[in-house]
């Protein structure tokens, strides 16, 4: 008996639009569903988040540079005992006897200015100061002209260190650093999106290929189908044995396993997508998706060399490695500033104003009725063991250790740009040796068939070469799925996984620029 053409395995399924209960069945693409795992997934946008916190970082390092508002009140009310002779001095009245001697002070005192910090270290102080004086002095004192006595003093102060803390390098270390970590924090978004980009591309063609291990395994049980009415038709003709008839049913059935088995195995895949890509599962299974096209083949691929170089140049990696120890850097800086002895000379210079009533207090500091400079240093240097020193080894060993991490990433990125082509070789070898097994599985199942036809073959074998086929066609298949998933590899290995997915570099900036904004 003729059996049917056997399902030829290099094949793609393709699909169509469909109207299902008055709406279009959805048709993915293994690009459609790279970029909406770029929009929707879940980690993904929890890392674009991370871009909003480095950006916010940096703010808050440049806020220690901007101006700022101080001010202070205070209200003193004192009574202490004086000495007799001191109380007397300053104009007391004595009482007699043994009687205490009290002065009396009462201060209201206020302060208001803005400040600011230079990159140069420099503090700069614009500010007033008006207090209100009342104490027995001034109530007693015929010497006294104001009682209570109003003062003020508006003036500028500036603070600059010599040791610590001097000069843009050790002010702007902060400030550097995050800005390191943030751009680190970018490229690290990018690298991320990669891998998601390849991960999904591989899921989606995990996808596609379980559909056509289904549709080899359907084949197979048509095949199985006809063969079974075949051999009931000659029992029943008794021209056939009954134990074909069970031969042919064991064959339907396991060929049903089989494709039960596939079945769920794509459900499983396509819910692995759909994680990826933050959809609810298809319960009815109406999603459709597009074969991969011969563009995975690598029928266009660099040269290893080739290849290698672009991913020493091209991969954000090594980019990212850069900055961090950039960064390392800078905290060694840090920890040598840290490290000095404080020395700071403080100036200051303003307008003084005495009166009776406070608006006249002011009046007089804006006619310059007296002036106020001071000139100070302030010195501070920790003894024994502070733990500067092992901040400083701590951070000059991070420096050593991130430098190695960057050798480490370099040598790392031949080694994974090597490895990806070796696979996508042996991927290609493998693809034509499947072929060629399924070629001569064709062949001897025709050749059991031809005997069967005559009398002279067992049904048993025939249907023993059908599985031997269908086995082949389903390795074809496997080869070809593990060529497209290493052609993946080899572009996100060797940094190109962007381009030969049609993601430009402007569509994932769009994206890290609105991470950075405020929301």
Same mark, same amino acid.
Request: proline letters at 2%.
């Given at each position: 008996?003729?059996?049917?053409?056997?399902?030829?395995?290099?094949?793609?399924?393709?699909?169509?639009?469909?109207? =299902?209960?008055?709406?279009?069945?959805?048709?993915?693409?293994?690009?459609?569903?790279?970029?909406?795992?770029?929009?929707?997934?879940?980690?993904?946008?929890?890392?674009?988040?991370?871009?909003?916190?480095?950006?916010?970082?940096?703010?808050?390092?440049?806020?220690?540079?901007?101006?700022?508002?101080?001010?202070?009140?205070?209200?003193?009310?004192?009574?202490?005992?004086?000495?007799?002779?001191?109380?007397?001095?300053?104009?007391?009245? &004595?009482?007699?006897?043994?009687?205490?001697?009290?002065?009396?002070?009462?201060?209201? /005192?206020?302060?208001?200015?803005?400040?600011?910090?230079?990159?140069?270290?420099?503090?700069?102080? =614009?500010?007033?100061?008006?207090?209100?004086?009342?104490?027995?002095?001034?109530?007693?004192?015929?010497?006294?002209?104001?009682?209570?006595?109003?003062?003020?003093?508006?003036?500028?102060?500036?603070?600059?260190?010599?040791?610590?803390?001097?000069?843009?390098?050790?002010?702007?270390?902060?400030?550097?650093?995050?800005?390191?970590?943030?751009?680190?924090?970018?490229?690290?978004?990018?690298?991320?999106?990669?891998?998601?980009?390849?991960?999904?591309?591989?899921?989606?063609?995990?996808?596609?290929?379980?559909?056509?291990?289904?549709?080899?395994?359907? &084949?197979?049980?048509?095949?199985?189908?006809?063969?079974?009415?075949?051999?009931?038709?000659? =029992?029943?003709?008794?021209?056939?044995?009954?134990?074909?008839?069970?031969?042919?049913?064991?064959?339907?059935?396991?060929?049903?396993? &089989?494709?039960?088995?596939?079945?769920?195995?794509?459900?499983?895949?396509?819910?692995?997508?759909?994680?990826?890509?933050?959809?609810?599962?298809?319960?009815?299974?109406?999603?459709?998706?597009?074969?991969?096209?011969?563009?995975?083949?690598?029928? /266009?691929?660099?040269?290893?060399?080739?290849?290698?170089?672009?991913?020493?140049? &091209?991969?954000?990696?090594?980019?990212?490695?850069?900055?961090?120890?950039? /960064?390392?850097?800078?905290?060694?800086?840090?920890?040598?500033?840290?490290?000095?002895?404080?020395?700071?000379?403080?100036?200051?210079?303003?307008?003084?104003?005495?009166?009776?009533?406070?608006?006249?207090?002011?009046?007089?500091?804006?006619?310059?009725?007296?002036?106020?400079?001071?000139?100070?240093?302030?010195?501070?240097?920790?003894?024994?063991?502070?733990?500067?020193?092992?901040?400083?080894?701590?951070?000059?060993?991070?420096?050593?250790?991130?430098?190695?991490?960057?050798?480490?990433?370099?040598?790392?990125?031949?080694?994974?740009?090597?490895?990806?082509?070796?696979?996508?070789?042996?991927?290609?070898?493998?693809?034509?040796?499947?072929?060629?097994?399924?070629?001569?599985?064709?062949?001897?199942?025709?050749?059991?068939?031809?005997?069967?036809?005559?009398?002279?073959?067992?049904?048993?074998?025939?249907?023993?070469?059908?599985?031997?086929?269908?086995?082949?066609?389903?390795?074809?298949?496997?080869?070809?799925?593990?060529?497209?998933?290493?052609?993946?590899?080899?572009?996100?290995?060797?940094?190109?996984?962007?381009?030969?997915?049609?993601?430009?570099?402007?569509?994932?900036?769009?994206?890290? /620029?609105?991470?950075?904004?405020?929301?």
């Amino acid at each position: 008996m003729k059996l049917l053409p056997c399902f030829t395995a290099v094949s793609l399924i393709q699909f169509s639009p469909q109207i =299902v209960q008055g709406e279009e069945t959805e048709i993915m693409s293994i690009y459609s569903s790279v970029r909406r795992a770029l929009r929707e997934n879940s980690e993904f946008k929890g890392e674009l988040e991370s871009v909003k916190i480095s950006n916010a970082q940096i703010r808050r390092e440049l806020s220690e540079f901007g101006w700022g508002i101080e001010a202070l009140a205070r209200y003193e009310d004192r009574s202490k005992p004086q000495n007799t002779r001191e109380f007397i001095a300053v104009g007391g009245v &004595q009482l007699p006897g043994n009687e205490s001697r009290i002065f009396d002070d009462e201060n209201l /005192t206020a302060r208001f200015g803005v400040k600011k910090k230079y990159a140069t270290g420099t503090v700069l102080e =614009v500010g007033s100061r008006f207090s209100r004086l009342s104490n027995t002095l001034n109530r007693t004192s015929a010497n006294s002209l104001f009682s209570p006595e109003y003062e003020t003093f508006t003036g500028i102060t500036l603070t600059q260190p010599l040791l610590r803390g001097f000069g843009k390098d050790a002010n702007l270390a902060g400030v550097n650093i995050a800005r390191l970590r943030g751009a680190a924090q970018d490229i690290l978004t990018r690298v991320k999106a990669m891998n998601l980009v390849a991960e999904v591309a591989t899921r989606y063609t995990d996808i596609v290929t379980a559909d056509r291990v289904l549709a080899v395994h359907g &084949q197979n049980i048509k095949l199985a189908e006809q063969m079974l009415t075949r051999n009931k038709e000659l =029992v029943k003709s008794k021209e056939g044995l009954a134990t074909d008839v069970t031969t042919a049913e064991l064959a339907l059935y396991q060929r049903q396993d &089989q494709y039960i088995t596939s079945a769920a195995d794509k459900i499983e895949r396509v819910n692995t997508l759909f994680a990826l890509t933050n959809r609810e599962p298809d319960l009815d299974g109406e999603t459709k998706f597009k074969a991969v096209s011969s563009f995975f083949s690598g029928a /266009t691929m660099k040269g290893k060399r080739e290849l290698i170089n672009d991913g020493q140049s &091209q991969r954000l990696d090594l980019n990212y490695y850069k900055h961090v120890v950039e /960064t390392a850097k800078l905290n060694v800086l840090r920890a040598k500033d840290v490290g000095k002895s404080q020395l700071n000379v403080t100036g200051s210079a303003g307008l003084y104003g005495l009166d009776a009533e406070a608006d006249g207090a002011f009046d007089e500091a804006a006619g310059a009725q007296g002036t106020e400079w001071s000139l100070g240093l302030n010195f501070k240097m920790p003894l024994g063991e502070d733990g500067a020193a092992a901040a400083l080894e701590a951070a000059e060993a991070q420096v050593r250790q991130t430098q190695l991490e960057l050798a480490k990433a370099k040598r790392n990125i031949s080694l994974e740009v090597h490895t990806a082509c070796i696979r996508v070789d042996a991927a290609k070898q493998r693809i034509q040796t499947a072929k060629k097994a399924v070629e001569l599985a064709a062949q001897r199942l025709k050749q059991e068939q031809d005997l069967f036809d005559v009398g002279e073959g067992d049904f048993y074998r025939v249907v023993e070469q059908q599985q031997v086929l269908g086995d082949s066609q389903v390795n074809l298949v496997a080869s070809e799925a593990a060529l497209s998933k290493s052609v993946i590899a080899v572009w996100l290995a060797a940094g190109q996984i962007f381009e030969r997915m049609g993601i430009s570099n402007a569509e994932i900036e769009v994206m890290i /620029t609105r991470s950075k904004e405020k929301e």
